[in-house]
């Protein structure tokens, strides 16, 4: 029973083009969700966070959406750089224990 | 500031073999987690620690892998005997505290393969 689902494996966007990440979860007492990067043979670096009292937060060219009545949030990224090229994890939060999606490995491509 | 260190960084066992992974956590921070991340899953958490006691190890299989964070620091997991299903990467994070705001920071990781 997966509580954190990330459904898209992978995707590919042409550069200065948008990303969008998405995620889904089924538990309602998360109450912080967070999106981590990964580089290969790296720990998984954070990127951007949401409270579950919020259903937007922007830094800089990254935006976080959440949709509560749907179990969802999704990522944005604009404009989508090759550097931006890695393992997007998104996780869920409930009283300080993080469950993590299975990933998706985003290809900007020149 | 350091970043969290794990060692070693590769590691290759034998099935039934032992073995021992190392992580300090970046100073201060009275929360320590460790991880199991099998190819292409999400890092799936195995023991959680507040200073040196356990806040949660429900996830931890306790037939064969056992971690300790004596003095409230550096802590280390251990697997006693390995299996094929083991070979994944161990993660290590810390946080400040436990508070469910915080986002953790992760170590490289210590890839095992046991064969």
């Known amino acids: 029973d997966q509580q954190v689902k990330q459904n898209s494996p992978s995707l590919s966007v042409q550069e200065g083009r948008i990303s969008i990440l998405n995620c889904d979860y089924t538990?309602?007492?998360?109450?912080?969700f967070l999106w981590y990067k990964k580089y290969p043979a790296e720990g998984p670096t954070f990127l951007i966070s949401?409270?579950?009292?919020?259903d937007k937060n922007e830094d800089g060219r990254f935006t976080v959406f959440l949709n509560k009545s749907a179990k969802h949030l999704s990522l944005h990224i604009v404009p989508s750089q090759p550097g931006d090229s890695a393992v997007y994890f998104c996780?869920?939060?409930?009283?300080?224990?993080?469950?993590f999606g299975d990933g998706t490995t985003l290809t900007v491509k020149p | 500031e350091a970043g969290v260190a794990q060692s070693p960084r590769y590691k290759i066992i034998e099935k039934r073999q032992s073995v021992a992974f190392w992580c300090n956590p970046i100073?201060?921070?009275?929360?320590l987690y460790w991880y199991q991340q099998i190819l292409g899953q999400g890092p799936k958490l195995l023991i959680q620690?507040?200073?040196?006691?356990?806040?949660?190890d429900s996830q931890l299989p306790k037939d064969r892998f056992s971690a300790e964070r004596l003095k409230g620091v550096d802590s280390t997991l251990k697997i006693q005997p390995a299996k094929l299903e083991d070979s994944a990467v161990y993660l290590c994070?810390?946080?400040?505290?436990?508070?469910?705001?915080?986002?953790?920071?992760f170590g490289p990781g210590t890839r095992l393969t046991v064969l």
């Open positions: 620690f507040q200073n040196n006691g356990v806040v949660d």
């Open positions: 994070a810390s946080l400040p505290t436990a508070l469910s705001y915080n986002e953790q920071f």
């Open positions: 996780a869920a939060s409930e009283a300080g224990k993080s469950t």
């Open positions: 949401i409270s579950s009292i919020k």
């Open positions: 538990n309602s007492m998360f109450d912080y």
């Open positions: 100073s201060g921070h009275a929360t």
